[in-house]
């Protein structure tokens, strides 16, 4: 740890990895959550982390996993007694003035226990790393034994970080190719940077190892498996059909949408699949991968195992760095059971963020209970709940014990300015998730003026589901706010729906995406309070009845994202036939999109109207060129995919179609 200004602190740690072959952050450049993320899998001598800007909960995790045993993380910090706030949590109308300091006083508090003085003389390079455990050894010995098996399998490879899980994955496909040396694999993942241990222990014969982007699996046919990139991306183009694939290794697989891994499975079913991803990490998708993914892949007819590794490699057993961590950000909360009689439960009340502050337990609790129901729960949450001026939590509490919570943020107020620019996507508002898709991808920037409560987060200790916790504290938060407009966003299941508008909320948008670890389509449900609101619900109402038949439509066209028939049922039901729009108001619609961000998902009634009007067919799309026209005749009109249509249109791939799809419109538009 080393205290002073930053160009000090800076300095000085330079200093101390002078002699280290392998550091990060240490540039004096800022180290960012989105390069961290890139970086997993990897490892250093040393990891420097700048908080004179306040501290990242979700930086701190991963960049404490960037760190190799024996190595060090350098935290350069502000004279002692200079807490800072972090500013990105002021979302308008707060200022940074509003955001608390607790999460701070709460590492300043964790960092007295640890001896952190900074030695005099520059680190020396950290001990070769281990060659591995036992238990690492057994757990490759399974997986070469799956991998070179007759029959498919399915397998899960669950760990804590720093436990060798990518290792072993190289190590069992080398001792695989060795059994088998005509084995054909292939790796994926988010980006290629993440699996550089993986193939750094596996053959470097690229052609029966090598790293395929998910979306070039999902093109390949179903027996060809993984081809090379050219074959996939043109999946018609003449010749045999190369053999399906032995084996595919999907690493950090909770950073792929559950919907793409579930496709992956039904593409190659003559393949043994394994998937490996990190728990109890700095991702939240991490639980949602091991509550909703594996779970569905245990009822797939492949057989199928889960293999764990819990003895750390990276690092000793019981390593201190590791404890400080894990403490600080509540990373390893216990569920116990509910204390309390049969019964009535207490009655909701307000959680004060300064008693969560004080109160270890009632914190570790809330928070638990937020991991253990909530695939999205990470670090950053923690951060959240002590210091976000605009986001309350409401809880059932008994005996210093959370049973059921709920988190809820104010958003909306807008100005009329802020509101229009939002919707001609001159910029993106952080912390108003509801506001920004009504104004953004409903195309209502009216509906940012409303003053309005999203629920964010709801759960419920799993020994109390059905007893009516989450019903009390929606009912609880309804008695205790007055908004114009109640409101939540969500992952769609019949059951959620269900249950919302038993509530009196009502569906007025499906997302064209789903969600990145629940793998359901998001769904935007309100409840109107004034008489804007219930305006404003009644119009969105109609243009989703309008929209929705042709987004399902272009849902089932990307392979992955297909909607299942019971969520098709409960999404349209109570959708009224809405009237037809005329032909100017189509004409605004076209001409709101092409001038702002809505997606054309969520437009693609009026598209659709307007494309297929007689002068716009007959004259206009004679302006556009012959790849414009395909991509809307395709995309639009036909509904293909997006794959098919860039391909059909000979776009070089999927964002450069998206990205010509309104400079086309707006040709057609034009006088």
Request: aromatic share 4%; net charge neutral.
């Amino acid at each position: 740890m080393l205290r002073g200004d930053r160009e000090a602190t800076l300095r000085e740690a330079a200093r101390l990895v002078s002699h280290l072959t392998s550091t990060f952050g240490a540039g004096g450049a800022p180290v960012s959550a989105a390069r961290t993320r890139q970086l997993l899998g990897q490892s250093f001598d040393a990891v420097v982390l700048d908080l004179h800007d306040g501290v990242a909960a979700d930086t701190l995790g991963r960049c404490h996993g960037l760190v190799r045993g024996g190595g060090a993380l350098i935290l350069c910090l502000p004279p002692p007694g200079c807490a800072r706030r972090r500013s990105s949590l002021a979302v308008p109308p707060y200022t940074s003035a509003d955001v608390g300091t607790r999460f701070w006083q709460r590492l300043e508090r964790h960092l007295e226990r640890l001896d952190t003085a900074p030695p005099a003389e520059p680190l020396e390079p950290p001990p070769a790393a281990p060659p591995g455990s036992a238990e690492q050894a057994r757990v490759v010995e399974r997986l070469s034994r799956a991998f070179t098996a007759r029959t498919p399998h399915l397998i899960a490879l669950v760990a804590e970080r720093g436990r060798g899980k990518s290792s072993a994955l190289g190590l069992a496909l080398a001792a695989a190719l060795k059994l088998q040396p005509s084995l054909r694999a292939r790796v994926t993942a988010a980006n290629e940077a993440a699996v550089g241990e993986l193939l750094r222990l596996a053959p470097s014969d690229t052609e029966r190892v090598r790293f395929v982007a998910p979306d070039e699996l999902l093109e390949a046919s179903a027996d060809a498996g993984a081809t090379d990139a050219a074959v996939a991306a043109s999946p018609d183009a003449p010749g045999p059909a190369a053999p399906p694939l032995d084996v595919l290794v999907v690493d950090e697989a909770a950073q792929l949408p559950v919907a793409l891994l579930r496709a992956l499975v039904a593409k190659h079913p003559r393949t043994t699949i394994a998937f490996a991803t990190t728990t109890h990490g700095y991702e939240g998708t991490g639980r949602g991968f091991v509550l909703r993914f594996l779970d569905w892949l245990a009822r797939e007819p492949r057989p199928s195992e889960r293999l764990a590794l819990r003895e750390p490699i990276r690092w000793s057993e019981g390593d201190p760095l590791e404890r400080f961590v894990y403490d600080l950000l509540a990373l390893d909360p216990d569920i116990s059971p509910p204390r309390i009689e049969a019964g009535a439960l207490p009655p909701p009340r307000r959680l004060d963020p300064d008693e969560l502050a004080r109160d270890e337990a009632l914190l570790r609790s809330l928070f638990g209970l937020l991991i253990h129901a909530h695939y999205r729960t990470t670090p950053a949450d923690l951060e959240r709940l002590l210091d976000a001026p605009n986001l309350a939590v409401h809880a059932v509490v008994e005996s210093g014990q959370v049973l059921g919570a709920t988190l809820v943020a104010r958003e909306g107020g807008l100005s009329r300015a802020d509101c229009e620019a939002l919707g001609r996507g001159e910029w993106r508002i952080r912390g108003h998730a509801l506001a920004d898709t009504l104004i953004v991808h409903a195309g209502r920037p009216d509906a940012g003026e409303l003053r309005m409560l999203r629920s964010v987060r709801i759960a419920t200790h799993p020994e109390l589901r059905r007893r009516g916790v989450a019903r009390s504290l929606i009912e609880h938060v309804h008695a205790a706010y007055g908004p114009e407009l109640f409101g939540t966003v969500f992952g769609a299941t019949p059951e959620l729906l269900e249950f919302r508008r038993a509530l009196g909320y009502r569906l007025v948008r499906v997302g064209s995406a789903r969600g990145a670890s629940s793998g359901e389509p998001s769904v935007v449900m309100l409840r109107p309070v004034s008489d804007r609101a219930h305006a404003l619900v009644r119009d969105l109402e109609a243009d989703l009845a309008r929209n929705l038949p042709l987004q399902l439509e272009l849902l089932d066209a990307e392979r992955e994202l297909g909607v299942g028939l019971a969520l098709r049922r409960a999404l349209v039901a109570e959708l009224a036939t809405p009237p037809e729009l005329d032909p100017a108001e189509i004409e605004r619609r076209v001409r709101a999109f092409a001038s702002g961000a809505q997606t054309m998902e969520a437009a693609s009634y009026a598209l659709d109207r307007f494309l297929r009007t007689p002068e716009v067919r007959a004259q206009r799309m004679q302006r556009l060129s012959p790849d414009e026209r395909s991509l809307l005749e395709r995309r639009v009109l036909a509904r293909d995919s997006w794959r098919a249509a860039a391909r059909a249109a000979g776009y070089a791939d999927v964002p450069t179609a998206m990205r010509a799809l309104r400079p086309a419109l707006r040709r057609l538009l034009a006088p």
